[in-house]
């Protein structure tokens, strides 16, 4: 087919601003999916997403469609997750497309999330269609909107198109948009076969399945194909396009997007990113890529039966390929055994692959409390990277903690002002300004240790604003900070799934709340236990576990005071002396609890 006839693009937008709702009106009007077949979020094939109602990964879907002046077309739509912690998804997306649309609710107008979508398409040189969506809403308010987008997004109001996902109003404009503003493929003239990996997934009968982008050449069953990024050769087995389902196609030419299977069978050999090129005729430059993603929050993970760790070892390699944020490494812990050094790009993120664990692979794990990367500065100028508190070196060779921080932008309801500046503050962060957006909204523009934001603080801020306010973050540059390591001891022993790294001021707080959680869960024992957190070797905190108690006093009845106290004395020596050398043993669901509660 001729490359000029094609379009590629996606809809990037704040979370729940419409995108899917948006992509199921697009492939009705197209007919690219009959009435019979249609469902509510088409796209969303995942339980989780439809679940949540978001949007996790993102799903290419290739449209015919008859334009206006007379030619069909092929658009190949990409629908992308609006939440900052899939905001890879969106990069990935977007570098396989010529252009974007951007939704904006109409309601609610410009939002964090959208801001950020925006420049990474400015970012990539792509050609972005802004779309006022949800207009049939009673509270829309388009004048507010088309003034945000001039004054916040610097795009000019006249080329926004006026849409209704739900109702379908604006479909038609939005379609003819895409065809006449949206560049054709480029980079086609290139002389050698190159393809970009921008996702892919492992089949169990097919191997590895990998989500393509041609840009120049063409691939067809039967050719050698090679990644450039490691050099290694495979024989493809299958091309074809997402119509919306995987449909085998004689070949893939350039601009197309579609889906190549091959001899590929170990999930980590292939990267997303990667080029693919024709071993007869390699290319000589790669396509540019996008960021390498690093992960900003680590977490152990671990099976809650110990015979099931090769099977969360296999879960893990699975994902890993269909996730290119998600990265782990073999682990062990003396209280949870065998297990896995995760990292993730945030705390959704990290939720979303442990249910996909236990749903998708059926296997119960327990995790621990999440912590991010520390940088420690030895005496002597050595820095080492720690993501793991029991990894931190002796507190006498360290000069200095550093910890990331990051750079948030806060769109709030004016109303909210004082308390979300208070949030801030108890969270260890500054406020660097605040911009005013309209006569109802403000952007709060704040630093914060990456740390403070990791259990609570999003669900804190929806609470405060009664659901308005929005947040969208990057990674800022490291700063120094007073960190200690506080590690919890019962009976004296550390146990080490409880260690963490916290500011010297909220250790003694966190250290109460962890004993008295600990206290209550661990069954009572023959003798008094100790939970304690310390620092170093200064108590902090403490909580008692209850202990049994035998009435030996029940056969006595009567007589002699003097009698029962003997008996209540020999049993207290025998309680004295057992302690001398009893061990406790914290039953694994006592770590369930404590952990799936943090």
Same mark, same amino acid.
């Given at each position: 087919?001729?490359?000029?006839?094609?379009?590629?693009?996606?809809?990037?937008?704040?979370?729940?601003?419409?995108?899917?709702?948006?992509?199921?009106?697009?492939?009705?009007?197209?007919?690219?999916?009959?009435?019979?077949?249609?469902?509510?979020?088409?796209?969303?094939?995942?339980?989780?997403?439809?679940?949540?109602?978001?949007?996790?990964?993102?799903?290419?879907?290739?449209?015919?469609?008859?334009?206006?002046?007379?030619?069909?077309?092929?658009?190949?739509?990409?629908?992308?997750?609006?939440?900052?912690?899939?905001?890879?998804?969106?990069?990935?997306?977007?570098?396989?497309?010529?252009?974007?649309?951007?939704?904006?609710?109409?309601?609610?107008?410009?939002?964090?999330?959208?801001?950020?979508?925006?420049?990474?398409?400015?970012?990539?040189?792509?050609?972005?269609?802004?779309?006022?969506?949800?207009?049939?809403?009673?509270?829309?308010?388009?004048?507010?909107?088309?003034?945000?987008?001039?004054?916040?997004?610097?795009?000019?109001?006249?080329?926004?198109?006026?849409?209704?996902?739900?109702?379908?109003?604006?479909?038609?404009?939005?379609?003819?948009? =895409? /065809? !006449?503003?949206?560049?054709? %493929?480029?980079?086609?003239?290139?002389?050698? &076969?190159? $393809? +970009?990996?921008?996702?892919?997934?492992?089949?169990?009968?097919?191997?590895?399945?990998?989500?393509?982008?041609?840009?120049?050449?063409?691939?067809?069953?039967?050719?050698?194909?090679?990644?450039?990024?490691?050099?290694?050769?495979?024989?493809?087995?299958?091309?074809?396009?997402?119509?919306?389902?995987?449909?085998?196609?004689?070949?893939?030419?350039?601009?197309?997007?579609?889906? =190549? /299977? !091959?001899?590929?069978?170990? %999930?980590?050999?292939?990267?997303?990113?990667? &080029?693919? $090129? +024709?071993?007869?005729?390699?290319?000589?430059?790669?396509?540019?890529?996008?960021?390498?993603?690093?992960?900003?929050?680590?977490?152990?993970?671990?099976?809650?039966?110990?015979?099931?760790?090769?099977?969360?070892?296999?879960?893990?390699?699975?994902?890993?390929?269909?996730?290119?944020?998600?990265?782990?490494?073999?682990?062990?812990?003396?209280?949870?055994?065998?297990?896995?050094?995760?990292?993730?790009?945030?705390?959704?993120?990290?939720?979303?692959?442990?249910?996909?664990?236990?749903?998708?692979?059926?296997?119960?794990?327990?995790?621990?409390?999440?912590?991010?990367?520390?940088?420690?500065?030895?005496?002597?100028?050595?820095?080492?990277?720690?993501?793991?508190?029991?990894?931190?070196?002796?507190?006498?060779?360290?000069?200095?903690?550093?910890?990331?921080?990051?750079?948030?932008?806060?769109?709030?309801?004016?109303?909210?002002?004082?308390?979300?500046?208070?949030?801030?503050?108890?969270?260890?962060?500054?406020?660097?300004?605040?911009?005013?957006?309209?006569?109802?909204?403000?952007?709060?523009?704040?630093?914060?240790?990456?740390?403070?934001?990791?259990?609570?603080?999003?669900?804190?801020?929806?609470?405060?604003?009664?659901?308005?306010?929005?947040?969208?973050?990057?990674?800022?540059?490291?700063?120094?900070?007073?960190?200690?390591?506080?590690?919890?001891?019962?009976?004296?022993?550390?146990?080490?799934?409880?260690?963490?790294?916290?500011?010297?001021?909220?250790?003694?707080?966190?250290?109460?709340?962890?004993?008295?959680?600990?206290?209550?869960?661990?069954?009572?024992?023959?003798?008094?236990?100790?939970?304690?957190?310390?620092?170093?070797?200064?108590?902090?905190?403490?909580?008692?576990?209850?202990?049994?108690?035998?009435?030996?006093?029940?056969?006595?009845?009567?007589?002699?005071?003097?009698?029962?106290?003997?008996?209540?004395?020999?049993?207290?020596?025998?309680?004295?002396?057992?302690?001398?050398?009893?061990?406790?043993?914290?039953?694994?669901?006592?770590?369930?609890?404590?952990?799936?509660?943090?």
């Amino acid at each position: 087919m001729d490359s000029k006839l094609i379009r590629n693009f996606c809809i990037i937008a704040h979370v729940d601003h419409g995108k899917t709702t948006l992509s199921d009106r697009l492939l009705e009007y197209t007919h690219t999916i009959s009435q019979r077949v249609m469902t509510a979020q088409f796209l969303d094939s995942m339980d989780l997403e439809r679940e949540r109602g978001i949007t996790i990964k993102s799903h290419p879907v290739t449209m015919q469609y008859p334009a206006k002046d007379g030619k069909i077309y092929t658009l190949n739509l990409m629908d992308t997750p609006g939440h900052v912690d899939f905001s890879y998804e969106v990069s990935r997306s977007l570098a396989a497309c010529e252009g974007a649309v951007l939704l904006v609710d109409a309601a609610q107008g410009v939002e964090a999330q959208t801001v950020a979508n925006a420049h990474l398409a400015f970012n990539q040189k792509l050609k972005v269609i802004p779309v006022i969506n949800k207009i049939d809403l009673p509270s829309a308010n388009l004048d507010l909107c088309l003034k945000q987008l001039e004054d916040i997004l610097t795009i000019p109001a006249e080329e926004a198109i006026l849409a209704s996902g739900k109702s379908g109003i604006g479909i038609e404009e939005i379609l003819e948009a =895409v /065809v !006449s503003r949206v560049p054709p %493929p480029r980079w086609t003239e290139y002389p050698q &076969t190159r $393809t +970009l990996v921008f996702d892919s997934l492992y089949d169990s009968y097919r191997g590895v399945i990998a989500y393509v982008r041609v840009f120049s050449g063409s691939l067809k069953a039967g050719d050698i194909m090679m990644l450039m990024n490691t050099g290694q050769k495979s024989e493809i087995k299958e091309v074809g396009a997402f119509i919306p389902k995987m449909e085998k196609r004689d070949s893939l030419g350039a601009g197309d997007v579609g889906y =190549v /299977v !091959s001899n590929i069978k170990d %999930p980590s050999e292939i990267k997303t990113g990667d &080029t693919i $090129t +024709l071993a007869a005729h390699p290319a000589t430059e790669m396509l540019p890529g996008y960021k390498a993603v690093r992960p900003m929050v680590f977490c152990g993970l671990y099976p809650v039966e110990t015979s099931e760790y090769e099977k969360l070892k296999a879960a893990l390699g699975r994902l890993r390929l269909n996730d290119a944020a998600f990265v782990y490494q073999q682990e062990s812990s003396v209280a949870l055994g065998f297990g896995f050094r995760c990292g993730f790009l945030g705390l959704l993120h990290m939720e979303i692959i442990q249910e996909r664990i236990r749903r998708e692979h059926d296997v119960d794990i327990i995790s621990t409390y999440p912590s991010v990367v520390y940088r420690v500065t030895r005496h002597g100028g050595q820095v080492v990277e720690v993501d793991n508190p029991v990894n931190l070196p002796d507190p006498g060779t360290i000069e200095m903690i550093s910890e990331p921080t990051i750079v948030a932008s806060l769109h709030i309801p004016n109303g909210a002002m004082g308390d979300i500046m208070a949030l801030v503050m108890e969270k260890r962060g500054v406020v660097d300004h605040t911009t005013t957006l309209d006569a109802t909204r403000v952007m709060i523009t704040s630093i914060l240790p990456l740390n403070e934001i990791l259990v609570d603080f999003n669900d804190r801020l929806k609470s405060i604003t009664h659901g308005y306010g929005s947040m969208d973050y990057e990674l800022g540059e490291y700063r120094p900070a007073d960190l200690v390591k506080m590690e919890i001891l019962v009976n004296s022993d550390p146990v080490d799934a409880f260690a963490t790294i916290v500011h010297r001021d909220k250790a003694e707080g966190r250290g109460r709340e962890l004993c008295e959680k600990l206290a209550e869960i661990i069954p009572p024992q023959m003798f008094r236990i100790a939970v304690q957190a310390a620092i170093g070797g200064k108590i902090i905190a403490r909580g008692n576990v209850r202990e049994m108690r035998k009435d030996v006093t029940a056969k006595c009845y009567g007589g002699d005071i003097s009698r029962k106290r003997k008996l209540l004395d020999k049993q207290k020596e025998g309680k004295k002396k057992m302690k001398q050398f009893g061990k406790v043993s914290i039953p694994s669901d006592a770590f369930i609890k404590v952990l799936k509660n943090n």
